[in-house]
């Protein structure tokens, strides 16, 4: 890569293409033949930072998915866990329903 002066407004011009290339700032810079770093410095350098927020996508459920994965019958009634219990919870709770 040959060093190219570039003024303000070339190098702003030059971030603008990379947003609209949809192309990673890597592979914008070597279809260019620009330095990627020297690249990540002067988008800083213009008040253009690439994103780092992390961005949250809301997911919605239509119904709530169980599945059962242990289930114990007594004389009493029936039991059913949607995770594994802990041993000792199961012994216990065993003995009371004695």
């Known amino acids: 890569m040959s ?5 303000k407004e ?3 011009a030059l971030i603008h293409a990379h947003k ?4 990673t700032a890597a ?7 620009i330095n990627a770093k020297y690249f ?11 994103s780092t927020k992390n961005e949250f996508i ?7 998915v169980y599945r059962k994965v242990m289930s114990l019958n007594t ?3 029936q039991i059913e866990f949607n995770t594994w219990p802990d041993p ?3 012994h216990q709770l065993l003995k009371a329903l004695r």
């Not at 609209?20 to 192309?23: D, T, V």
């Not at 592979?27 to 033949?33: E, H, K, L, N, S």
């Not at 809301?58 to 709530?64: A, E, G, H, S, Y």
């Open 88 to 90: 000792d919870y199961v």
């Open 20 to 23: 609209k290339s949809g192309l």
């Open 75 to 77: 004389g009493r009634g």
């Open 3 to 7: 060093k190219t002066y570039r003024s």
């Open 27 to 33: 592979a914008f810079c070597r279809q260019q033949g």
């Open 40 to 50: 990540s410095k002067r988008q800083k350098d213009f008040g253009f930072r690439p």
């Open 10 to 12: 070339q190098w702003i």
């Open 58 to 64: 809301q997911v919605k459920f239509d119904k709530p």
